[in-house]
């Protein structure tokens, strides 16, 4: 199965500079998108995702190091974002990753790290971005 990069799925969007400033109401909603992404499970568990292409919820569970109940639940706040979807096969559900944005993010998260622990050893607090 091909599916788009994230820069693809993104590229139509305009740039940050040029967007009108967040509303109120917009960035609520994206505040409320931020607290569900920040959360140490559902990062692994999207990594997780990203990685394998597709798991069910006990090779996911396992991964992971979580019982599947509590990766179900945890799994079912980024399907209500839309950012999984679930394929039953038989008594499995398997997730994959479907917002086309959610790998970027990820991508951008690992970026973020790493200049931050090189500015942290250079003793360097400016962002140069």
């Not at 945890?74 to 008594?91: C, S």
């Not at 250079?122 to 971005?129: E, H, I, L, P």
């Amino acid at each position: 199965m091909v599916r788009p990069s994230a820069a693809a799925g993104c590229s139509s969007l305009t740039s940050l500079r040029q967007q009108r400033l967040l509303n109120p109401v917009q960035a609520s909603g994206m505040a409320l998108l931020f607290k569900v992404l920040a959360s140490e499970t559902r990062i692994r568990i999207l990594h997780a995702l990203i990685r394998a292409d597709e798991l069910c919820v006990t090779e996911l569970a396992a991964t992971v190091g979580m019982k599947a109940q509590a990766v179900s639940n945890q799994i079912q706040r980024l399907a209500d974002l839309g950012i999984v979807a679930a394929r039953r096969e038989g008594n499995q559900v398997h997730y994959r990753v479907i917002d086309v944005c959610a790998r970027s993010l990820l991508e951008q998260g690992f970026c973020l790290m790493k200049e931050v622990s090189v500015r942290r050893r250079q003793g360097d607090s400016v962002c140069k971005m």
